[in-house]
């Protein structure tokens, strides 16, 4: 494999196979914003050009994930393009398979979408904007300057002791509940993307209730006529680890649920049908 470290117009890291399949996959983290360089090479080992950039907190970049651009996103996929890349992919977990799924409706040379731990609506900024400012909240994203609907958090929601991490599902349950109106303007639209989706998710994540969110972006991929697998496991938790991938690291902060052999079990049973979607 080659590997290129990239600084301009993000950070991020190209890894190159020794023999190329003609897809490309756009590696893209959660919350985290860290560059998935571990995810990228097993990637890169089975035949993908495999790309993971920065998208929040780096130079020019929101330092949160506030009114994001998804032409961010569009600009990763010119780059795989430009290096030969034929069938292109997207693979992200969390706020990233948020952004990956957006990025499919608007950018029609994205063939397969791999969403672990999906949400099935346009959440608020999770940190600040280019302001610094935390509130009022902003749409996570934007498309040609214009901020997509969005829902945001319900304040009054009580998270409980913050002397230890803490589970923050409820948060987006007692949201959605507060601001239904809002949800189907937010709604990701699925239905709207040529792309072929494989959903991720378990049914103890602690984070976001992504399951069901899995579930209902499913149904209504497949009504519209798209092709949508959904793989799930009810004892894995926010964090599915593919194989080869080490353990997820310990979070101060955050429950994610489901325990580590479930997580990696989940990976395990998705990662054919990984493979089979983007090699194909």
Same mark, same amino acid.
């Given at each position: 494999?080659?590997? =290129?470290?990239?600084?301009e117009?993000?950070?991020?890291v190209?890894?190159?196979p020794d023999s190329?399949?003609?897809t490309?996959v756009?590696?893209?983290?959660?919350s985290?914003?860290?560059?998935?360089q571990e995810r990228?090479?097993?990637l890169?080992?089975?035949?993908?050009?495999?790309?993971s950039?920065?998208?929040?907190?780096g130079?020019?970049?929101p330092?949160g994930?506030?009114?994001?651009p998804?032409?961010?996103?569009?600009?990763?996929i010119?780059?795989?393009?430009s290096?030969g890349? =034929?069938r292109?992919c997207?693979?992200?977990?969390?706020?990233?398979?948020?952004a990956?799924?957006?990025?499919s409706v608007?950018?029609r040379r994205?063939?397969?979408?791999v969403a672990?731990? /999906?949400?099935?609506?346009?959440?608020a900024n999770?940190?600040?904007g280019? #302001?610094?400012?935390?509130?009022?909240?902003?749409?996570?994203?934007?498309w040609?300057g214009h901020?997509?609907?969005f829902?945001?958090?319900?304040?009054?929601?009580?998270?409980?002791?913050?002397?230890?991490?803490v589970?923050?599902r409820?948060?987006?349950e =007692?949201s959605e509940?507060?601001? +239904?109106?809002?949800l189907?303007?937010a709604?990701? /639209?699925?239905?709207?993307?040529r792309?072929?989706?494989?959903?991720v998710?378990?049914?103890?994540? +602690?984070m976001?209730?992504s399951?069901?969110f899995?579930?209902?972006?499913?149904?209504?991929?497949? +009504?519209?006529g798209?092709t949508?697998h959904l793989?799930?496991?009810a #004892? +894995?938790?926010?964090?599915?680890?593919?194989?080869g991938?080490r353990p997820?690291?310990a979070?101060?902060?955050?429950r994610y649920?489901g325990?580590?052999s479930a997580?990696a079990e989940?990976g395990?049973?998705a990662w054919?049908?990984?493979?089979?979607?983007?090699? =194909?």
């Amino acid at each position: 494999m080659e590997e =290129r470290e990239l600084t301009e117009p993000w950070e991020g890291v190209l890894v190159a196979p020794d023999s190329d399949s003609g897809t490309g996959v756009l590696v893209l983290s959660g919350s985290s914003g860290r560059i998935e360089q571990e995810r990228a090479r097993i990637l890169a080992r089975e035949g993908m050009v495999a790309l993971s950039i920065r998208w929040f907190g780096g130079s020019g970049q929101p330092p949160g994930i506030c009114e994001v651009p998804l032409e961010t996103f569009v600009s990763a996929i010119d780059l795989l393009e430009s290096v030969g890349v =034929r069938r292109f992919c997207l693979l992200g977990v969390s706020k990233g398979a948020e952004a990956a799924l957006l990025t499919s409706v608007y950018d029609r040379r994205v063939d397969g979408v791999v969403a672990l731990s /999906p949400t099935s609506v346009v959440w608020a900024n999770v940190g600040p904007g280019r #302001d610094g400012q935390r509130h009022p909240y902003r749409s996570s994203w934007t498309w040609k300057g214009h901020p997509l609907p969005f829902v945001p958090y319900d304040d009054e929601w009580a998270a409980g002791p913050k002397d230890r991490p803490v589970a923050i599902r409820g948060w987006y349950e =007692r949201s959605e509940e507060t601001f +239904a109106d809002l949800l189907p303007a937010a709604s990701i /639209p699925i239905e709207e993307t040529r792309a072929d989706v494989l959903l991720v998710a378990g049914g103890d994540d +602690a984070m976001w209730p992504s399951l069901p969110f899995a579930e209902r972006l499913a149904d209504r991929h497949r +009504a519209s006529g798209g092709t949508t697998h959904l793989i799930s496991r009810a #004892d +894995a938790g926010h964090r599915p680890r593919l194989p080869g991938e080490r353990p997820a690291p310990a979070a101060p902060h955050f429950r994610y649920g489901g325990h580590p052999s479930a997580d990696a079990e989940l990976g395990a049973a998705a990662w054919p049908h990984i493979l089979r979607l983007c090699l =194909r």
